[in-house]
């Protein structure tokens, strides 16, 4: 069977994983809700421009599953919006990839675990038990994603809400992204069901904030600080546990 990769929600993270599997896979599919695109790809790299959320899931979907050896979904819900349907979408999705026996792996954005209770956190975990209750695919938590052309501090200098300096950062970078999933795929009957992907660099967010304003020439966040208010994850199945070696140990910006 020919390597097809298809990334259901080709967004930041499903692009460069795209770009960093070139090589990898002798077609790439790419699902997005247009074809408006932040890198440029070659002839073997393809984009359907589809809005899963709100239509129901054509028959083209079915037959490029069909075609595939390799399945990312990467659907987040909005942090500004959650769209009606979220789950009954990725219920749907598993109802339709489960009886090819695709290895798939289905990534849950929500801070690698983060135990604050809001209404996207929770429709994450939601999620995650939809898909790894069925050892057919694999659960992937990140923590916050990073890369040249994405970084949380950027977004901090343009805000004037102050955040906690005493804090740990929990992030991730693109090449670790990348790393990661590959990783998953390659010892995908022998890991764990839910696996927890983040550097293992916590430095508070005052240190690693101030000398990442610094690498991207951005102004500093606005910092307050208590210890009392400290954000609390849940890091199950670690991927370095099972012997996943870090790219990008320090969080540094990639190709700086």
Known sequence: MKKQLLIIGFGW???????????????????????????????????????????????????????????????????????????????????TIAPMGLQTIFISSI?????????????????????????????????????????????LARSNTAINGADLVNLISVEDCCGTIDFLFNRFDILPNLLTAVAPYHPTKFE??????????????HFYFDSEELTRYEFVNKVEDFEYMWINTKLQRPNN
Do not use: W
């Not at 790809?41 to 899963?52: E, M, W």
């Not at 690693?208 to 966040?221: F, G, R, T």
């Open 13 to 95: 993270l499903g692009q460069n994983y795209a770009l960093a599997n070139k090589l990898n896979f002798e077609r790439i599919i790419g699902i997005k809700r247009s074809t408006n695109l932040r890198y440029q790809f070659d002839a073997k790299t393809n984009v359907l421009a589809l809005d899963l959320v709100y239509d129901d899931l054509p028959t083209t979907i079915s037959e490029v599953m069909m075609s595939s050896s390799h399945i990312v979904i990467a659907l987040p819900p909005s942090s500004t919006k959650i769209p009606d349907g979220y789950l009954i979408l990725l219920e749907k999705l598993k109802n």
């Open 208 to 221: 690693y904030y101030k000398n990442s304003s610094k690498a991207y020439k951005v102004p500093s966040p």
């Open 111 to 155: 801070g690698a675990g983060s135990l604050k209770g809001s209404e996207r956190t929770l429709l994450l975990k939601q999620a995650e038990c939809l898909f790894s209750e069925d050892s057919s695919f694999k659960v992937l938590r990140f923590g916050g994603l990073i890369g040249v052309d994405r970084h949380p501090v950027t977004s």
